[in-house]
């Protein structure tokens, strides 16, 4: 029964397009489409059903590891039609399962809305490029698109290091090697380690959630390779405040110096529902200059949101700006930008004035250098 129902379920994800599917015992199989929860018109599930749905598809490997710590990730290919992330976990003492889709297809730049700069960011010789924004804000999604550009591009070998791995890669113009943690690699820092020595010219690390993965992927970043991380922050200053908070006092400074030469960009960005249906995306991007670098090494990050809003020219954007943008256009709802926004109540007097037919100057295109020294 288990097999014959993973399937049909997985089917309607597919039709539906929904993004996610959650089993959980007491409830129906209940998708998430356009971000709002939908409950399919079948039984209400049982224990027996979610742990013969878990069996169905689960490694034996991953049940190991739900009787061990009581949850577990895998990802594995529903056919051709797409792939499936699969977190397994207990509550209540039963087993629950959510399946994000992963679409076969590559998006392109245009279709995601990303900042025109990416382009040029991703075909530097080196450096740290960061991903970031809070779970199911479709980062890996941003990062496959640009793995997908340099390989249809460049002749590049690209390892990525993926925690499980969501999207497939073939080789095409590049070669790319995609390993997977707890399947061809133990951890991350391992994983960097090992790839150095694998003659990479570009290193995806899927996750960069600790001190010691940070730390290998600044190094890698710094030893003349394209570095693509992620981490869960909502802002381009967060996560700049966040790497170097991971260090113990006495290694921040030096760390600040690492991260001012390595990082290259930081793209920030949160999805939200576009009207009529579909999702959008809204981003915050922050472009390292020489002037931003600066700000990293002497501990003022607090003035990377001013530098941001004046390096326009550079291909920079605040989340904010972002945001209003898709208000302006009538893609999103005014409530929705609103919840997402990071100083909530600016936006919303912008919005206000906005409607009254009030529109705020543009910040001067003023040289960044030239800010500093004001400022000073």
Not at 6 to 20: G, R, W
Request: hydrophobic letters at 40%; aromatic letters at 6%.
């Amino acid at each position: 029964m288990g097999t014959v129902l993973i399937d049909k379920l997985l089917q309607a994800v597919v039709n539906f397009k929904a993004s996610d599917l959650h089993l959980t015992v007491g409830q129906q199989p209940t998708l998430r489409l356009h971000g709002h929860m939908k409950q399919l018109n079948t039984k209400v599930l049982e224990p027996a059903d979610t742990v013969g749905l878990m069996k169905s598809i689960t490694p034996e490997r991953c049940q190991q590891e739900l009787q061990e710590v009581g949850g577990t990730d895998f990802g594995f290919a529903f056919g051709d039609q797409a792939r499936f992330r699969v977190a397994v976990f207990k509550q209540r003492g039963n087993v629950g399962l959510v399946l994000r889709r992963i679409p076969n297809e590559f998006l392109t730049f245009e279709q995601l809305g990303l900042p025109t700069v990416i382009t040029d960011l991703i075909q530097r010789p080196r450096g740290l490029i960061l991903v970031t924004g809070p779970t199911g804000s479709g980062k890996t999604t941003s990062l496959a698109s640009m793995i997908n550009w340099l390989n249809n591009n460049l002749d590049r070998h690209i390892i990525t290091i993926e925690d499980p791995i969501e999207y497939y890669h073939k080789h095409n113009k590049s070669l790319v090697n995609q390993r997977e943690i707890g399947v061809d690699v133990p951890d991350f820092p391992e994983a960097i380690r090992r790839a150095l020595r694998m003659d990479p010219d570009i290193i995806l690390v899927g996750e960069m959630r600790d001190l010691a993965t940070i730390q290998a992927a600044i190094t890698a970043a710094e030893t003349g390779h394209i570095v693509f991380g992620t981490l869960h922050t909502n802002s381009a200053e967060g996560t700049v405040n966040r790497i170097i908070d991971v260090f113990p006092k006495e290694q921040q400074d030096q760390i600040r110096t690492q991260l001012s030469v390595a990082i290259i960009g930081i793209l920030a960005q949160t999805l939200l529902p576009r009207k009529p249906k579909g999702l959008i995306a809204a981003y915050e991007m922050l472009v390292v200059t020489p002037a931003v670098a600066n700000l990293i090494r002497e501990n003022k990050t607090y003035r990377i949101d001013s530098m941001i809003q004046t390096g326009r020219k550079y291909g920079m954007i605040l989340m904010d700006d972002s945001l209003y943008n898709l208000w302006r256009q009538g893609l999103v709802d005014e409530h929705e930008i609103i919840f997402k926004a990071r100083k909530p109540n600016e936006l919303r007097q912008r919005i206000e004035n906005a409607k009254k037919g009030i529109f705020e100057e543009e910040p001067e295109e003023q040289d960044q250098e030239d800010v500093n020294s004001k400022r000073r």
